[in-house]
């Protein structure tokens, strides 16, 4: 069977590719901090070892609309581009190009749809910057294959946040049951409290700091229960209008199933609050020497 | 309400640089000629194969010609739509970081929760 080497869960944060590349002198303040933050977190992955990445992440409204909006989307194709023309203007992001995973897609859409999630398929997707910003930041030699997962965080009717749950235990109970050899890393990108083009939107902090500290500690003990009974749909509004991408975080805490995080950090940055975190499902499976830090949140 | 129709609008001209700066020079012209051309092509199918129903509502077709996102906030339109259009079209007037992105929702601040349904 699959090895599922490690579970990351992540912000995606699109500014971080242009902050890190600023020469010294006209990088903000806090640019250095989120580079050492972020080159830390990517020391999980690489020490995990993968051979094959499942990318977690929302399409904003680039090739997925609301005249055909699935709510659980997985790429089946042998190539994927990466970054839309609007991405590239207001964030400075390059394109990107990816190989495929067509076997694992495959297994993917057959066993999801077997098991309960009548999943949508794309033959032909072009990634946008929720699955690249975690390439920038954890894999940026871009040289494995990936399974990208769409799911729909942002035109409602959403899926309800135990739906997310069920489909990140399901992707894990997928992963486990793949009859292959290979090494499987999740890497799922989302949000804490988050405003978009509404009035708390790039404010000095994330736009509910009590929101950010309370989730950043469920996520950190895989406290699934908590987090379920305290995080609706309705409820998701008031941190921040576009919060409801806290849901994708939901997704891979079912992935990692009630465990304590391996890593936990966050960094409080304007607008956002970011937030890394890994767990390694099977210690066993890894050879590298241990990490020397746990993160700001697991000393 | 067409809200979806507005979100429309918001999308097909976010995506194309010629039209956003059609759009930013010339508001009441580009909504004009969109809703005339534009609104009813199905994204993706050949022009015999428009739909035959979508307009603007007069307040709508007023918002957009004017710029006005405190109103399409107000209408329901997607509010990530029209932020990343309205970056495009006017981060580059203001010599400030973020200084558009705080001014857009200054000009909101008398928005109180729940916000208008986005839903369509």
Request: contains cysteine; proline residues 7%; charged residues 25%.
């Amino acid at each position: 069977m699959a090895k599922l080497v490690a579970i990351l869960a992540t912000t995606h944060h699109p500014f971080f590719y242009k902050t890190s590349r600023l020469p010294a002198e006209e990088a903000p303040p806090f640019a250095a901090d989120w580079v050492r933050k972020v080159e830390a977190y990517r020391e999980t992955l690489t020490r995990a070892q993968p051979d094959v990445l499942v990318m977690v992440g929302s399409d904003h409204f680039h090739q997925l609309w609301l005249d055909n909006m699935p709510q659980f989307l997985v790429g089946k194709a042998p190539y994927y581009d990466g970054n839309w023309e609007n991405e590239i203007r207001e964030f400075g992001m390059p394109k990107l190009f990816f190989k495929g995973h067509e076997e694992l897609s495959a297994y993917m859409l057959r066993e999801g749809i077997d098991r309960g999630f009548d999943l949508a398929f794309s033959h032909e997707l072009r990634v946008d910057h929720s699955i690249t910003c975690p390439i920038f930041t954890v894999r940026p030699q871009n040289d494995l294959p990936i399974v990208p997962i769409y799911t729909n965080i942002f035109a409602p009717p959403l899926p309800r946040p135990e739906r997310f749950v069920q489909l990140g235990k399901t992707i894990r109970e997928i992963i486990d049951a793949w009859p292959s050899g290979m090494r499987v890393a999740v890497i799922g990108t989302g949000h804490l409290s988050l405003e978009l083009g509404g009035p708390r939107q790039f404010g000095p902090h994330g736009p509910d700091p009590e929101f950010d500290a309370q989730a950043v500690e469920w996520i950190r003990d895989g406290d699934i229960d908590g987090v379920l009974s305290n995080v609706t749909l309705d409820s998701l509004h008031a941190p921040g209008n576009a919060t409801h991408g806290f849901m994708d975080f939901m997704l891979m805490m079912g992935i990692a199933g009630y465990a304590k995080a391996d890593y936990a950090d966050n960094l409080d940055l304007f607008h956002t609050m970011e937030a890394y975190f890994t767990w390694y499902p099977d210690p066993s499976l890894l050879t590298e020497p241990p990490l020397t830090s746990k993160g700001a949140l697991l000393r | 309400m067409s809200k979806y129709l507005v979100n429309k609008f918001l999308f097909t001209v976010d995506r194309d640089t010629a039209l956003t700066e059609r759009y930013r020079e010339d508001p009441a012209g580009t909504v004009a000629w969109w809703e005339a051309e534009e609104a009813n092509k199905i994204l993706n199918c050949i022009d015999a194969e428009r739909s035959t129903w979508l307009s603007f509502t007069e307040e709508e077709r007023q918002a957009l010609a004017t710029h006005d996102h405190v109103a399409l906030f107000g209408m329901g339109a997607h509010p990530f739509l029209t932020l990343t259009l309205w970056i495009a079209m006017f981060e580059r007037d203001w010599d400030e970081p973020l200084g558009m992105q705080l001014d857009y929702a200054a000009k909101l601040a008398h928005v109180e929760q729940p916000y208008p349904d986005i839903s369509c």
